[in-house]
C-alpha cells in the first residue's frame, strides 16, 4: 500500500478548517441559534456529503469543525442554564442543587414505589363457587338435525346440457377407455 503525499489543496484546506477549529467558540457564539435550524443542520450534511467524493481527508476535517461547532453551541446553553460555583483550586464544578433547579434532572421519590394507584385481582374463590348446589338450566338436549340436500340437486336444473355431457363422459370411461 504505498502512502500518497497530500496534494496542496489539500494541505491549504486543512490548515484553513485547523483556523476554524481553533476559533469554534467565537464562530459558534457568532452564529447563536442559527445553528439549531433546520436549514442549518440540513447544510451541514449536504456540505459534508459533497465534499466526501471529492476527498475523505477534508470531508473528515470539515466533520470535526462541524461537530465541534454543534458541540461548542450546546456547551454555552448548558453553561447558561446551570451556575457555576468556584472551587478552592479554581476551577468550577456545578452543584447538584443547580442542576435539580435548573429542571435538568427530575426529582425520583426514594423508596421504590409508585405514586399511581391499581386494582388488585382477587383470586381466592367466592362462596358461590365453593358450594356444591346445582342449578338446572332446563333442557341442553336442543340439537337437531339439519336439512340437507344431496350434492349439486340445485344445479342440475340450471344446467341440463353439462349435466347429459358428464354423465357421457362417465359413461365413456366406464370400461377405462377414453
Same mark, same amino acid.
Given at each position: ?7 496542496? $489543496? ?7 478548517? /485547523? ?22 443542520? /440540513?447544510?451541514?450534511?449536504? $456540505? ?28 454555552? =446553553? $448548558? ?34 414505589? &409508585? ?13 358461590? !363457587?365453593?358450594?356444591?348446589?346445582? #342449578?338446572?338450566?332446563? &333442557?341442553?338436549? =336442543?340439537?337437531?338435525?339439519? !336439512? =340437507? #340436500? ?6 342440475? &336444473?340450471?344446467?341440463?346440457?353439462? $349435466?347429459?355431457?358428464?354423465? !357421457? ?10
Amino acid at each position: 500500500m504505498d502512502i500518497v503525499p497530500p496534494t496542496a $489543496l489539500q494541505i491549504a484546506a486543512l490548515v484553513i478548517l /485547523f483556523i476554524g477549529f481553533l476559533c469554534v467558540p467565537a464562530i459558534a457564539k457568532a452564529m447563536g441559534p442559527t445553528l439549531d435550524s433546520l436549514p442549518m443542520r /440540513f447544510a451541514a450534511v449536504i $456540505l459534508i456529503l459533497a465534499v466526501l467524493p471529492y476527498d475523505k481527508l477534508i470531508a473528515l476535517g470539515l466533520f470535526l469543525f462541524i461537530g465541534a461547532l454543534y458541540i461548542e453551541r450546546h456547551h454555552d =446553553t $448548558l453553561l447558561s442554564v446551570l451556575e457555576k460555583v468556584p472551587t478552592g483550586d479554581g476551577s468550577l464544578r456545578f452543584p447538584v442543587d443547580a442542576i435539580q433547579d435548573a429542571g435538568a434532572m427530575k426529582v425520583l421519590h426514594k423508596g421504590g414505589h &409508585s405514586a399511581e394507584s391499581h386494582d388488585t385481582m382477587d383470586f381466592m374463590p367466592k362462596q358461590s !363457587a365453593q358450594d356444591n348446589e346445582f #342449578e338446572g338450566v332446563g &333442557s341442553i338436549d =336442543t340439537k337437531h338435525a339439519l !336439512a =340437507t #340436500e344431496p350434492l349439486g340437486s340445485k344445479s342440475q &336444473s340450471l344446467f341440463q346440457e353439462d $349435466l347429459r355431457n358428464a354423465e !357421457a363422459m362417465q359413461r365413456g370411461n366406464s370400461d377405462g377407455a377414453a
